[in-house]
């Protein structure tokens, strides 16, 4: 099994809403991460586990709160968004930090919209 | 720091001609360099890696990288496009200070016409 999948595809929530983003993998690997999309650029990096414990946050907004339950499964927690977070979510994972087997597998994101 | 450059937002070729898309990288030491493929609303598909050895890089799809350590550059190719290759298409470098981390260019849409 060579995919990392995310659900949901689609999601719209309201600015007071809780919701959460699921990623999954069953590739052994042991990093994985949280990149925003905003149309027509590049993703952008928002977090990165490795064995299951946060080492970066690259500045997010406490209204977004990733969780490792396990080294198969992210969270992404979404709590009181504005619309400017209306963007593509990607999940990635890769083997490892270190090393030359740094290759990043996408999942198919979620396509997320902030009313 | 690293960066990576793409300096076409935008390609259009004919289905059957070939492509070369450009990519440009500063980077302090030897790079891992990656190409990224992109459908609308989807996710990333890597069509290709160099991490050492030879330049020239085979990916999937029919598509090779060239690695010029004098130009800083790994340009992607590809002889004969087909018009499912309309996408988006990223380079990057990697990893940065902070460890497995990728420097993704801004990306550079190809257009096929039939």
């Known amino acids: 099994d060579t995919e990392v999948t995310q659900t949901p595809k689609h999601l719209v929530m309201g600015m007071t809403n809780k919701k959460s983003l699921k990623c999954e993998q069953h590739m052994g690997h042991r990093a994985m991460y949280w990149y925003k999309q905003k149309a027509k650029k590049p993703p952008e990096l928002m977090f990165v586990y490795s064995y299951e414990k946060l080492s970066i946050n690259e500045s997010v907004p406490s209204r977004f709160s990733p969780e490792c339950p396990n080294s198969s499964l992210l969270n992404l927690h979404l709590h009181a968004l504005q619309p400017e977070d209306s963007a593509l979510y990607l999940c990635?994972?890769?083997?490892?930090?270190?090393?030359?087997?740094?290759?990043?597998?996408f999942g198919p994101g979620t396509r997320l919209t902030v009313l | 720091a690293q960066s990576v450059t793409q300096p076409d937002i935008h390609i259009t070729v004919s289905e059957g001609a070939s492509l070369e898309l450009r990519c440009n990288y500063s980077y302090g030491a030897t790079p891992y360099l990656f190409w990224y493929v992109q459908s609308p609303g989807q996710g990333l598909q890597l069509l290709l890696k160099y991490f050492s050895g030879d330049t020239l890089v085979q990916g999937i799809k029919g598509f090779e990288a060239e690695f010029k350590r004098s130009q800083s550059s790994f340009n992607l190719r590809k002889p004969s496009v087909h018009w499912s290759d309309a996408a988006e298409y990223f380079c990057a470098v990697g990893p940065n200070n902070a460890g497995n981390m990728l420097t993704f260019g801004g990306g550079t849409r190809l257009m096929v016409k039939p």
């Open positions: 990635a994972s890769s083997q490892d930090r270190a090393g030359p087997y740094n290759e990043q597998f």
